[in-house]
């Protein structure tokens, strides 16, 4: 053997080093690694590239940066990929189930692949809705020194002079349909709005879990802002590749970094920027991994002191780039300075007071000052009532503020599809309170994000502000309007959204956290004792979510039913069995 054997403390020591690893070592041979190589610290570089979505198609590129940090820093990269979802592609049709439960897929086949292969750490690269959670759900699942790289955004689009992003396609669908835009117009739009690779340009999901991911602590300073072309993000993913050798030494491991006030962080930080709802879903899914407990009401714990302070599409005009060239994150830290823990470590070496204080504060637009807010509470609202006991949310940072008390009459439908047949029809009327259900984790099943139905809305100069939309299913980051998801317990579970009827007047209070279905409970009691759940049609990998899906409210996580206890099960003898 030329090279020395590594240390015992390392895990992959465990599949190449002694005598008995030699089978092991051939193998690694015959993958093209040097002796140097196999006794190097082993770091996975977990990779969701692949050629479908934008997010993800210049991950190849970024991990050849990362790979050059770990050999320059002593390490051997082992690159493998995991699958990615590109939810505007799966938008408004059955493909859109596969999402929520992709992220589930991710979390397992990082998590196996490191312990197959006993890594000594892990880079992830990632980027957009349910890959970066996922990522993160097996990083702290594994709690083995991990760096997360997320992807990027893209640029803003432009068309007629203003920028575009892929919600502005989406409404321009709706404009197009009622007659506001011209065939060559939509085109045009479409060929305009995404000019390149990158996550969608707006706080969308994709966006917002960068930015949790690094207030984290779980990436580079920066990280989050830097869009996917931009030279200092293959400098970070370079220096990300060389730090991880840092945390492997250090045995710095995820659990020193997702702590109780590093998520308290990361809440305040998403509200602050009027992030998506569907990190209401990620949050305290990636929280359980760590053994931790986050829930709804700590997000309404945190609005109720938390300001919205940076105006960001889908509600206002400010995308990624405005916000990096605003100061980015530790900008906005300047703000919130107050409110967050600021010793809290990072993956850089830095605590969050570090990469503040090696800032300036916002200089421009985008961050608002904490006098003049955006709104006095954060973006992002919890609303219950008996429609929702356990809780639905709503983006109210990306509401009109007329819209914040509604009162409508039902429209009921019981699925996506149903509603926007009867959209095309032109049977959404103003005054509407449109009720999607059986769309949950287990009723879609696999919980279908619907921005097909909120564009539709939001795009509708005669629908935007007059109708609301009440689901058990979730809404896209790129959502704007009073668009209430994530009701729980959802329809299928037997929540009371399954009991509205045509007509029946729904109210909201944002102010007041309040979603009232005004219906005496004599007669939901009555209703109750007639209904009956509807059977789930679904195969294969949705069959599996739905049979073992939670509500929204607890993140939707997979939840393993208790198994039977054992019985010893003997063959009967050919005599048959025993006389008493």
Known sequence: MTESPKSDDLRSAEVTEGADRAPHRSLFRAAGLSDEEIHNPHIGIANSWNEIVPGHVHLDELAEYVKDGVREAGGTPLEFDTIAVDDGIAMGHEGMRSSLPSREVIADSVELMANAHQFDGIVALASCDKIVPGMLMAIAR????AIVVTGGH???????????????????????????????????LECSACPGEGSCAGMFTANTMAC???TLGLSWTDCATYGATDERKFEIARQSGAQILDLVEQDRRPSDFLTPEAFENAVTVDLALGGSTNTMLHIPAIAQEAGLDVTLTDFEEIAERTPHLAHMSPAG???MEHLRDDGGLPALYHRLEDLLHLDRPTVDGQTLGDRLESSDPPAGEVIQPRDDPVHAEGGLSVLRGNLAPEGAVVKSGAMDDAMFQFEGRARVFESQQAMLDAYDAGAIEPGDFVVIRSEGPKGGPGMPEMLEPTSKISGSPRLSGEVALLTDGRFSGGTRGAAIGHASPEAAAGGPIALVEEGDPIRIDVDAGELTLDVSDEELRARAADWEPAPIDATGALERFAALATSAATGGVLEVPDLPEPSMQLPESEAGPADD
Not at 142 to 145: E, W
């Open 142 to 145: 594994l709690d083995i020194p």
């Open 317 to 319: 005009p400010w995308r």
């Open 212 to 214: 949790v991911t690094e």
């Open 154 to 188: 893209m640029a803003a689009g432009e068309f007629d002079g203003e920028p575009a992003d892929l919600v502005t396609v989406f409404e321009g669908v709706s404009q197009y349909e009622e007659g506001e835009m011209t065939d060559d117009e939509l085109y045009d």
